[in-house]
């Protein structure tokens, strides 16, 4: 049966076990396009609005062709803020078209478009990675946070990543909140969908009443 944490977390996997780029239709690897589009969910994700819209919103960006930084930045800005309406991202639209144009011409820039060479520019230093993600424009903390979040399956030095919001969910599942502690619960695989999951607990309290009463039943596995 294992114990309460373990029955806790595989019930809370089984219900709410995926992130947020899988919901994207991203498979992430560490290769330059998917990464860049982890980047665009991760400052949609980090506005006040519901995550299923910003999902949306980054699959509708795709749809439309803009799923690298030079494509983005030759998108035109109407083109953006089309594309962000029709997944129904509306409130934040014409802001987030310029960031996005704005962010995609600064990739390009230092990077040639490539994240890995912001990894590289870190040098393994996960403080560093942060600092550089920051400089992104419409990507402050919380976007760092889920951008991190999601990339430490492929990304080794910032594993593990549990941010506040993962704490929060932790807490109301009555999991330890450390991200080390969090870390020793699951494989590092699964340390993605695990901090998926935490956050989603946190931003809808029923998931935690749901999920401990799976696992007091047993119903975990």
């Not at 114990?3 to 219900?15: F, H, S």
């Not at 080794?156 to 941010?163: M, N």
């Not at 991200?179 to 029923?206: C, H, I, Q, S, T």
Request: glycine share 12%; proline share 5%.
């Amino acid at each position: 049966m294992g114990t309460g944490n373990e029955r806790t977390v595989a019930a809370l996997l089984r219900r709410y076990g995926r992130t947020y780029a899988e919901e994207a239709g991203i498979r992430l690897r560490d290769t330059p396009q998917p990464l860049y589009r982890l980047l665009v969910l991760a400052c949609l994700l980090s506005a006040r609005i519901r995550a299923s819209v910003a999902v949306e919103a980054a699959r509708c960006l795709a749809a439309a062709g803009m799923k690298d930084p030079r494509r983005m930045a030759g998108a035109t800005w109407q083109q953006r803020v089309d594309a962000l309406g029709e997944g129904g991202y509306r409130r934040y639209d014409e802001r987030t078209a310029t960031q996005l144009g704005d962010g995609a011409q600064l990739l390009l820039d230092r990077y040639g478009g490539d994240i890995r060479r912001m990894r590289e520019e870190a040098d393994g230093d996960p403080g560093q990675l942060r600092k550089l993600l920051r400089e992104l424009p419409g990507l402050g903390p919380a976007g760092v946070a889920i951008f991190l979040r999601e990339v430490q399956g492929v990304w080794p030095e910032v594993h593990p990543c549990f941010d506040g919001k993962a704490a929060e969910g932790a807490a109301l599942l009555g999991l330890p909140s450390a991200p080390g502690a969090l870390a020793r619960l699951v494989g590092r695989a699964d340390a993605p969908a695990f901090a998926a999951a935490l956050v989603r607990a946190a931003l809808d309290k029923e998931i935690a009443g749901e999920v401990k009463e799976a696992a007091r039943a047993g119903k975990g596995d």
